[in-house]
């Protein structure tokens, strides 16, 4: 064999690491299988029959609603959200459960965080606009049940 031959003609290496050079794998060996997937542990129901409570750590959005009406139609219908969230806070006071003062993972107070979630909702609802930047206001005639 001449030293010619020992190199590919297609990329100019040696035929050893050449992969025009690497024989195809004999059809003998058995094909791999792949790993078969880990089954999940089944998760368990939770029953959610009214006898059980259901214990909260923060206060959900739906409760900050209506006090975030009676926030803003004791203000006249508009105030500053840093406002908005105070009297907010005096309102829901004895409300607010213990989780509510820990911080989200962005830093906020949960209970922060629901109440603009719960004025998004209201904003989609009709009840509020956001016409104003940095300005909770209620539309004209709002009413929430």
């Given at each position: 064999m001449d030293a010619s031959s020992d190199y590919c003609e297609l990329c100019d290496?040696?035929?050893?690491?050449?992969?025009?050079?690497?024989?195809?794998?004999?059809?003998?060996?058995?094909?791999?299988?792949?790993?078969?997937?880990?089954?999940?542990p089944a998760a368990r129901a939770r029953s959610t029959t009214e006898d059980t409570p259901v214990t909260r750590r923060w206060t959900p959005p739906e409760v900050?609603?209506?006090?975030?009406?009676?926030?803003?139609?004791?203000?006249?219908?508009?105030?500053e959200a840093a406002e908005a969230l105070e009297a907010l806070e005096v309102l829901a006071?004895?409300?607010?459960?213990?989780?509510?003062?820990?911080?989200t993972p962005q830093g906020e107070l949960r209970w922060h965080y629901a109440?603009?979630?719960?004025?998004?909702?209201?904003?989609?609802?009709?009840?509020?606009?956001?016409?104003?930047?940095?300005?909770?206001?209620?539309?004209?005639?709002a009413t929430v049940e």
């Open positions: 290496l040696p035929r050893s690491q050449c992969v025009h050079g690497i024989p195809p794998p004999s059809p003998t060996e058995p094909a791999r299988t792949p790993p078969r997937p880990r089954k999940r900050f609603k209506p006090l975030i009406v009676t926030v803003l139609e004791d203000a006249g219908g508009e105030l006071g004895d409300r607010l459960l213990p989780g509510d003062g820990e911080e109440a603009r979630r719960a004025r998004a909702a209201l904003v989609d609802d009709g009840v509020m606009t956001k016409n104003k930047p940095g300005v909770w206001e209620l539309v004209a005639t």
